[in-house]
């Protein structure tokens, strides 16, 4: 089958006991911007078990047509059955785009299934684009049109690189949870279901699920963190962590800190950010009272948004942070941390 | 028991980045690591033969002197290393690497397949995944923990918020995350027999069988660079000394507005 053949930009629906995960509707959102000059149209492949009742909400964020793969071995997620799936359904409908949540399941399902019906596949993405490749024409070489121009950071964040996928379809990209915007919802909308049976035959490849723990415990993990909420020496005392932990919980983040804090005793070593503490690059990374000392900011630079609330205006850390504020964090945060909630509550 | 556990010798991102003057990484002037991931994936397996009893081969694709990445796992305890080089391999994406490894894989005898979760160079996570696809075998992501249980392995399988205790048939491939465990050191008598006493073998194109040459290489990678850049470095942003507290609340409030973080 030609690759001018493979058409329409598929999403797939991530869902997590029956609730739609955000990043599905980001995907739509993105989708739609490169639905348009494609000329096509935005499906969502949504794959569960009874869960047919989420076919609206994908609707009301842009899927023009949801395919929907219900059956009781979905249920919860396994890369097997799921990758049966989807492979199915890219094999039947031929999509030239198929975007994937960068998840710990899309992580997993992706590879996958782009190994299965044999394309490329681009991790992690932050842009997408529909263009020329080679971006630049070249002698000898056919410049393409229409492509997807998935961009993401390598090398630790140090290089940003375009990738193109021109040969294979479908174009199969991972995409950064946060990163894509969700469109408004059109309230009401009907979803166009096409209800899709693949082959789930039971093969070696099934594995048997043993325990779900969802309570994970005390035990964090501030690499895995989008966003943290970092506390230093400036905090004051062990006690007046407690504005932080309000900010991290209203802005659903998880409390950090400095190694002046781990040696004052008052946080435990796991939650150290620096080089002799671990080294973060969350979405979002709040110093609040933290000088940055180049050994702290070693282990935090590679944080994609950094704001500093410090009250020494010639504090280290205001070199590398996006946006600083010069002031009273005990003031500052406890506004910030309102204002985050009724900010919530409006869109919620 | 026979554990494959495949490395990748990566360059020390954290160490400092040295660029070309064309944007591409001089890997030449950086020192190199065994990847983290992977260093906890082949702990992992030494670990698995310290309780079971095992065999341990590790696996890697890369230049010639990608061995020392080998001769290092082996200095930890691996039994024997594999090296597959050769120039027609270079500059694969992760559908022709793991095609690649997989067909050196399949010359060897395996129960278990070890890869860390991603390597800190690409970051992609997908070359083990792809591996097992092409072996035809289960995958297991994101390992928290392993146990071997007769014929099975029983893994504890990380998501976002929640784990999942899983049970598969081996041969399968796990992928693992280095907050599985603290690698053990090199001892010098490890030292000693991995240079002295146990062999790396090389493989180069001819020794892969069942590998279409559509499927290596610079030419059999589906994914293309396009444009490659070095990021622009973050210098100081803005810095406001004079807003009052409701003021240097909204500022950033508008800017987490801005930048989608709400």
């Known amino acids: 089958m030609a690759i001018e053949d493979y058409k329409g930009v598929y999403i797939f629906a991530q869902q997590v006991d029956g609730e739609l995960s955000g990043i599905a509707l980001e995907l739509l959102g993105k989708a739609h911007e490169l639905a348009e000059p494609l000329g096509t149209d935005v499906t969502a492949v949504l794959i569960g078990s009874n869960v047919k009742g989420l076919c609206n909400t994908l609707a009301e964020y842009g899927a ?7 059956d009781p071995k979905l249920e919860t997620y396994r890369t097997e059955p799921y990758a049966q799936a989807l492979s199915g359904v890219i094999n039947e409908y031929k999509p030239e785009i198929m975007l994937v949540g960068a998840t710990a399941i899309g992580r997993d399902l992706g590879p996958t299934v782009s190994a299965r019906v044999a394309t490329g596949l681009t991790a992690d993405c932050t842009g997408l684009d529909i263009g020329d ?9 056919e410049q393409k049109h229409n492509q997807l121009l998935m961009t993401r950071p390598a090398f630790g964040g140090n290089t940003i690189a375009t990738i193109a996928c021109p040969n294979n379809r479908p174009q199969m ?47 964090v993990d501030i690499q895995s963190a989008k966003i943290l909420v970092s506390g230093g020496r400036g905090v004051g005392s062990p006690e007046n962590f407690k504005i932080l932990d309000e900010l991290a919980e209203a802005i659903g983040g998880t409390v950090s800190c400095s190694r002046a804090v781990v040696d004052s005793g008052w946080k435990p070593k796991d939650l150290q950010v620096g080089q002799t503490g671990k080294t973060v690059r969350p979405n979002v990374y709040f110093a609040i009272g933290i000088s940055g000392a180049i050994q702290h900011v070693a282990g935090m630079e590679e944080s994609d948004i950094i704001i500093a609330i410090n009250k020494d205006e010639s504090a280290p850390i205001f070199d590398v942070a996006d946006y600083g504020i010069v002031g009273d964090l005990n003031k500052v945060v406890p506004l910030l941390t309102k204002a985050i909630k009724e900010a919530k509550a409006k869109t919620a | 028991m026979n554990i494959i556990v495949c490395i990748k010798q990566v360059p020390d991102t954290a160490g400092g980045v040295v660029f070309n003057p064309d944007g591409t990484l001089n890997r030449g002037a950086m ?26 081969t590790v696996v890697t694709m890369g230049l010639p002197k990608a061995e020392d990445v080998l001769r290092e796992a082996m200095a930890m305890g691996a039994d024997e290393g594999v090296l597959i080089t050769d120039r027609v391999l270079g500059g694969a994406d992760t559908w ?33 995944p792809q591996i097992a696809e092409h072996l035809d075998i289960p995958v297991i992501s994101y390992a928290e923990e392993i146990k071997i249980d007769g014929d099975y392995v029983i ?14 048939k081996m041969p399968c491939l796990i992928t693992a995350l280095a907050e599985l465990n603290e ?29 279409d040459d559509a499927n290596i290489g610079l030419n059999g990678s589906p994914t293309k660079i396009a444009k490659a850049s070095d990021k622009v470095r973050k210098g100081a942003g803005e810095k406001k000394t004079d807003l009052d507290p409701q003021g240097a609340c909204e500022y950033i409030m508008g800017k987490l507005t801005e930048k989608h973080v709400i």
Do not use: C
């Open chain 2, 31 to 56: 020192l190199t690591i065994m990847n983290p991931d992977d260093k906890a994936g082949l702990e992992a397996a030494l670990r698995l033969k310290d309780q079971y009893g095992a065999h341990v």
């Open chain 2, 183 to 211: 690698p053990r050191y090199m001892t010098p008598g490890g030292i000693f027999d991995a240079y002295d006493e146990k062999k790396v073998t090389v493989w180069g194109r001819a020794d892969l069988k069942d590998l």
């Open chain 2, 96 to 128: 022709a690497t793991s095609s690649t490894i997989a067909a050196g894989i399949r010359n060897l005898d395996f129960d278990l397949i070890i890869t860390g979760r991603q390597a800190i160079d690409g970051d992609t996570a997908q070359v083990g």
């Open chain 1, 173 to 219: 990209a991972t995409v950064r949870p946060g990163v894509m915007v969700k469109r408004a919802p059109e309230k009401g909308k009907q979803p166009d279901i096409i209800e899709y049976k693949p082959d789930l035959t039971e093969n070696n490849k099934y594995v048997e699920i043993l325990n779900i723990v969802k309570d994970m415990g005390k035990k």
């Open chain 1, 133 to 141: 490749f080679p971006l630049q024409p070249q002698e000898g070489v």
């Open chain 2, 155 to 168: 893994v504890k399988r990380q998501y976002e918020d929640r784990y999942h205790e899983l049970k598969a």
């Open chain 1, 64 to 70: 023009d047509h949801v395919i929907l793969v219900d």
